[in-house]
């Protein structure tokens, strides 16, 4: 589906109860420090200021009374919506029996930022413009800050053309272009816009310790801010605009989504803006996706150079050597705050109730502190990956590719939580063995830029052994696959990965039995699903089933287009974009028996995903 498709939906008076929106249903917005999700009836129902795991503002999409801003039109309407072209900012048409309007939505940038810029200094405003286009439409403008997860209703009262809230870490100002009302913490308005007529709309985030609060951008500049942020982004991707192939312009919005999960600050990349979008309605999979997962942001970081040649890659790899504090062993965790906070402790939240009553709902993430060794093979990859870019390794960095390495050689036969963060038993999973060999190998790779911190024979001998076990103890003859975990005999999607990196070819025989024996036990309609859950408790610690999981769908697109399968590659491909929603997001997962998207959204994986499967499908296409 083509980023810029767009259907209408058609929506009743407003008035009529509103229930929980599809998670498909929302459309990203992104300054690259925070994100906002607005629905397709023009109501921002999740924003969280001034980053991305800071508390919400509006949280609606979680819970009805956890704060929304809306503005739509008073009687029945269609709507349908795009990304202007090139950005992150999203354009809606209502139609009603009256006349056509046209809403535009947009996190703003530093004004006349440009190009590499994109996201420093950031306002932390969030505008929105509505435009008559055809005869006449009366509109209804509703915003209702409940800050704290929805637990709080602000002191919000009336100040020049608009208002403030007052009290509270999340305090906001917000001017509107047409008279409004505060009752009970919410501001309203009712208006009407002809053709031709503009009204303008912002908030911005007020600092606790601001003296002199900054003002929101007044309304009758809403427009020319829009159009400022609008070149902002079409700058930013024509400075990294560099694939060509036949699916450019899903690949291209892939990039801006991946851009738009950049906490510009630091470095950090997120793995989806949201928390507790659930990966099975009603069920308990429910997670805070709003931090820097070393093997999300490593990943990204590879789809960004297939999709834009990103200049963030230095930026990234300083995040995560000053998180770590240079060192590595136990120091290496995988994931941090954006901030380069350690501690995510996981609470509940039980004042809201979930998406779709999806409980529970839960902020931070306790797999912090999880034991993952996979994560040193996906630094490395992506230190190699840039290693041009990156230019003479500074000697901090010198010494932490060392540490990555022999951290590799000497833990690589340890059990682990593995790379799906498996709450239960630790078990010896292959995946973490493979990108244990993937650390070393890289490092070998690595060797001549490291001056005197390099161990090419040392770590070459063990990246071998490594190899030697996997192949011996990995192999499930049973099933005639490369296994979960060794002497096991469950499949793992992660076993896709094995050709991706490069440790063994996709046309292998046993790595062709394996890519098949996925396709076929490991896959709900063509999709793929990361393993296989049993009744009761599952070897992930957890109850319930998930969906199918995009990114190991989007690795079997590329696997068998390294097989020589290049038909069913594409066929595949295919049918994974054919889920992205009317703006071309994707989450993480797919019910394929409702054709519904699930989990936190938009995620970064799945577009990595679907970038890297693209760019593989090319290569057997010889157009790469």
């Known amino acids: 589906m083509a980023a810029t498709a767009a259907s209408a939906m058609a929506y009743g008076p407003a008035g009529e109860a509103r229930g929980s929106q599809p998670i498909a249903g929302y459309g990203l917005l992104a300054d690259c420090n925070s994100a906002a999700l607005v629905a397709r009836d023009g109501s921002i129902d999740w924003l969280c200021l001034p980053r991305y795991d800071s508390e919400s503002v509006f949280g609606r999409i979680l819970d009805p009374s956890a704060g929304h801003w809306s503005i739509h039109p008073a009687g029945a309407f269609t709507s349908e919506r795009r990304y202007l072209p090139g950005t992150l900012v999203v354009e809606t048409i209502f139609t009603t029996d009256t006349g056509t309007a046209k809403l535009t939505d947009a996190l703003v940038f530093a004004e006349g930022q440009r190009g590499h810029d994109l996201g420093y200094d950031a306002p932390h405003e969030l505008v929105r413009s509505v435009e008559g286009i055809s005869g006449e439409v009366e509109l209804v403008f509703e915003l209702a800050p409940r800050t704290e997860y929805g637990l709080v209703r602000p002191l919000f009262r009336m100040e020049g053309d608009g208002g403030r809230t007052f009290g509270g870490p999340n305090r906001i100002g917000v001017r509107a272009g047409v008279p409004v009302e505060i009752e009970d913490a919410t501001m309203r308005a009712a208006f009407t816009v002809s053709a031709g007529e503009r009204v303008g709309f912002s908030l911005r985030w007020i600092p606790t310790e601001a003296h002199e609060p900054p003002r929101a951008t007044a309304p009758d500049a809403v427009a020319a801010r829009i159009e400022d942020t609008v070149e902002a982004w079409r700058s930013w991707e024509a ?355 409702s054709g519904e998207q699930l989990g936190n959204f938009p995620q970064a994986f799945s577009h990595i995903g679907l970038i890297t499967a693209a760019n593989e499908v090319d290569k057997a296409r010889g157009l790469a």
């Open 239 to 593: 400075d990294h605009d560099i694939y060509e192939g036949p699916r450019r312009e899903l690949v291209r919005l892939s990039s801006r989504v991946l851009k738009g999960l950049t906490y510009r600050p630091t470095g950090a990349i997120v793995a989806a803006p949201t928390t507790s979008l659930p990966e099975t309605v009603g069920g308990e999979r429910n997670w805070d996706y709003r931090y820097a997962w070393v093997r999300d942001a490593s990943l990204t970081v590879e789809a960004l150079y297939i999709g834009s040649c990103s200049d963030e890659a230095g930026e990234f790899v300083s995040f995560m050597t000053s998180s770590a504090g240079g060192r590595v062993d136990e120091h290496l965790q995988i994931m941090y705050g954006i901030d380069g906070r350690h501690d995510l402790a996981e609470r509940e939240l039980d004042h809201l109730r979930g998406w779709r009553d999806s409980r529970p709902v839960r902020v931070g993430n306790g797999a912090w502190n999880q034991t993952q060794l996979d994560v040193y093979g996906e630094l490395l990859d992506a230190i190699y990956l840039y290693r041009h870019e990156l230019g003479d390794l500074h000697p901090e960095i010198q010494r932490f590719v060392r540490d990555l390495a022999d951290t590799a050689a000497r833990r690589w036969d340890e059990r682990d939580a593995g790379m799906w963060e498996m709450r239960g038993e630790h078990q010896h999973h292959l995946s973490s063995k493979m990108f244990c060999w993937v650390a070393l190998d890289r490092a070998v790779k690595l060797a001549p830029k490291l001056g005197a911190f390099a161990k090419p024979d040392e770590w070459a001998a063990e990246r071998d052994h490594i190899r030697d076990a996997i192949l011996e103890r990995g192999w499930s003859e049973k099933r005639q696959a490369y296994a979960q975990s060794f002497d096991s005999d469950e499949l793992d999607a992660a076993q896709l990965l094995m050709p991706i990196v490069g440790f063994l070819p996709a046309t292998d025989e046993r790595m062709r039995s394996t890519i098949e024996a996925i396709a076929r036990d490991l896959t709900e309609d063509g999709l793929v699903l990361r393993y296989r859950n049993e009744e009761g408790l599952n070897v992930d610690g957890l109850v319930g089933e998930e969906g199918t999981f995009v990114i190991c769908s989007f690795w079997l697109v590329s696997c068998l287009a390294k097989a020589g399968e290049v038909d069913r590659a594409e066929q595949l491909f295919d049918q994974l974009s054919g889920y992205a929603n009317d703006l071309g997001l994707l989450a993480e997962e797919i019910d394929t028996a």
